[in-house]
Nanobody, 117 residues
Framework: QVQLVESGGGLVQPGGSLRLSCAAS????????MGWYRQAPGKQRESVAT???????YYADSVKGRFTISTDNAQNTMYLQMNSLKPEDTAVYYC???????????WGQGTQVTVSS
């Protein structure tokens, strides 16, 4: 079992920045695909960015060049640096870990990001 806890959400003006954190209860990054997802009101949950155990990253087209996903293995923490935020980035952001061997996925509780003037 793995627990994931997100933090760092909040209210920010358009053009601003936030850094989200996802703390894992144990070391899993090398054996999992880690990712950030988001869900806006009335919309389906969508993938924002993922990072594999070998460091390969993927970004949704809507966030390329603005968001950066990273991990700190020593701290068992994953980050999402979000720059040049837009109102359409407003959503609940979720952390996910999917284990390579079992395919089992774990979700955090989510953190709200609101981009508004």
């Amino acid at each position: 079992q793995v627990q994931l806890v997100e933090s760092g959400g909040g209210l920010v003006q358009p053009g601003g920045s936030l850094r989200l954190s996802c703390a894992a209860s144990r070391s899993i990054f090398s054996s999992s695909v880690m990712g950030w997802y988001r869900q806006a009101p009335g919309k389906q949950r969508e993938s924002v960015a993922t990072i594999s155990g070998d460091g390969t990253t993927y970004y949704a087209d809507s966030v390329k060049g603005r968001f950066t996903i990273s991990t700190d293995n020593a701290q068992n923490t994953m980050y999402l640096q979000m720059n040049s935020l837009k109102p359409e980035d407003t959503a609940v952001y979720y952390c996910n870990a999917r284990r390579y061997l079992t395919g089992i996925g774990y979700w955090g509780q989510g953190t709200q990001v609101t981009v508004s003037s």
